[in-house]
């Protein structure tokens, strides 16, 4: 068994991404965020995230955040920001990364869903750096 670590990410439609980020309780958002309730999880929108980094960096002193300009020039870019407000990852309490039996299990169940075309994508990620893409390299 590997010591890897695993998060659950999804890509959904536009109308799903507004329902799921203004906590509309209904039909497709209603299931997916009983999935996350019951694996004690949460369902947390990338480029929510990117802001609250940006945020905090900006409250904090950015110098202390690596990844800011790259985080900032992707929440400001138009097309980026689109393609974030479309994903979201599951979290286990505040940990992004977790156990390969519940990634596993929430990734069965959002399978089971009837979500017609709002899931475009459901994606496991494990934290193996050599599957993954690194952050960019700090400039200047």
Same mark, same amino acid.
């Given at each position: 068994?590997?010591?890897?670590?695993?998060?659950?990410?999804?890509?959904?439609?536009?109308?799903?991404?507004?329902?799921?980020?203004?906590?509309? $309780?209904?039909?497709?958002?209603?299931e997916i965020n009983k999935i996350a309730s019951d694996n004690n999880a949460r369902l947390v +929108?990338?480029? $929510?995230?990117?802001?609250?980094? +940006? &945020? &905090? @960096?900006?409250?904090?002193?950015?110098?202390?955040?690596?990844?800011?300009?790259?985080?900032?020039?992707?929440? $400001?870019?138009?097309?980026?920001? @689109?393609?974030?407000?479309?994903?979201? @990852?599951?979290?286990?309490?505040?940990?992004?990364?977790?156990?390969?039996?519940?990634?596993?299990?929430? &990734?069965?169940?959002?399978?089971?869903?009837?979500?017609?075309?709002?899931?475009?994508?459901?994606?496991?990620?494990?934290?193996?750096?050599?599957?993954?893409?690194?952050?960019?390299?700090?400039?200047g």
């Amino acid at each position: 068994m590997s010591d890897w670590l695993y998060q659950i990410r999804i890509k959904v439609s536009e109308q799903l991404s507004e329902d799921l980020r203004s906590v509309n $309780d209904l039909g497709l958002s209603k299931e997916i965020n009983k999935i996350a309730s019951d694996n004690n999880a949460r369902l947390v +929108c990338t480029f $929510d995230a990117f802001a609250e980094y +940006c &945020e &905090e @960096a900006e409250r904090e002193g950015i110098e202390q955040y690596e990844l800011y300009h790259w985080t900032k020039s992707t929440i $400001d870019n138009p097309e980026k920001k @689109a393609k974030h407000l479309k994903s979201f @990852a599951f979290y286990e309490g505040d940990n992004q990364v977790y156990s390969k039996e519940l990634a596993f299990s929430i &990734e069965k169940r959002l399978k089971d869903l009837d979500s017609g075309k709002d899931i475009i994508e459901i994606n496991v990620i494990d934290s193996n750096p050599a599957n993954n893409p690194q952050p960019p390299k700090r400039v200047g």
